[in-house]
């Protein structure tokens, strides 16, 4: 039988473009932050290994499941229509649901950090307005760049933030490398479970909430009250929502934790 290797070259260099978006090294040095971490272990809510797991897998439900991963396939979605001002109506929606200073912060320095890779690096020459939302957004134009399919990027993204995450753990608990390979296995299994039908619900509730409209001709172009409603009907379609009090107050605390190691 004869196997056709004429998708090869593609599909490796789509994977090499995954593994670098995916790393808490470079291009950004994400392993600076720890999405809260620090702050929950300093109150006590993170403390072993059991809590360190239970922990993240609320944190994974509720903040990558429950909301960053739709937003970025969202997003993904309205750029592969080019319906640009759907897509930047949901970044804008995304950078003001950022809940603390410490996580606008991140988002901001992350996304720069990128830029300055894709333009040095890439000499991609990223238009000014794309990384002012923040890095998801940034995370999402890129992937849509690159043409990367859409359950890949979101497990790319997933996994890159439990991996950090993860990581801040074992450093600030202190957990064994070994209980910090347990945790991530079991989240990324968790991931995995749940990615595929995640990025096939974000495709169809966009498809059908644009058929539905009726406005094929100038929706990329709409009036801003418009993409609003579409934004929010498309929330209400796929049950998005940023309302994670918590955690937002566990981040306002490591705004003044007097001893830290990560800047969040």
Not at 72 to 77: A, D, E
Request: glycine share 6%; net charge negative.
């Amino acid at each position: 039988m004869m196997v056709d290797t004429s998708a090869q070259p593609a599909q490796s260099a789509q994977l090499g473009q995954l593994l670098m978006l995916a790393s808490s090294n470079l291009p950004i040095g994400s392993y600076t932050y720890s999405q809260g971490v620090e702050s929950a272990i300093e109150s006590g809510v993170v403390s072993d290994e059991a809590s360190t797991l239970t922990f993240m897998q609320d944190y994974l439900a509720l903040a990558v499941i429950g909301y960053e991963l739709p937003i970025l396939g969202l997003i993904m979605c309205a750029l592969s229509q080019g319906r640009e001002a759907i897509a930047a109506n949901l970044a804008h929606d995304y950078h003001a649901g950022l809940e603390s200073k410490e996580f606008v912060l991140e988002s901001q320095q992350l996304a720069q950090a990128m830029v300055s890779w894709l333009n040095e690096v890439l000499s991609l020459g990223i238009p000014a307005e794309i990384p002012e939302d923040g890095f998801l957004p940034l995370f999402a134009h890129i992937a849509q760049h690159w043409q990367l399919p859409l359950a890949q990027s979101m497990t790319t993204y997933g996994f890159a933030q439990l991996e950090n995450m993860v990581l801040a753990a074992v450093k600030t608990v202190p957990l064994g490398q070994m209980a910090g390979q347990r945790i991530l296995w079991q989240l990324q299994s968790d991931l995995g479970a749940q990615v595929d039908a995640l990025s096939d619900d974000v495709q169809q509730a966009f498809d059908t909430l644009i058929t539905s409209t009726n406005t094929s001709n100038t929706l990329g172009n709409s009036e801003e009250s418009d993409c609003q409603q579409l934004c929010q009907d498309l929330y209400e379609s796929l049950n998005i929502s940023n309302n994670l009090p918590n955690l937002a107050i566990l981040s306002s605390m490591h705004e003044e934790q007097y001893s830290r190691l990560f800047r969040s």
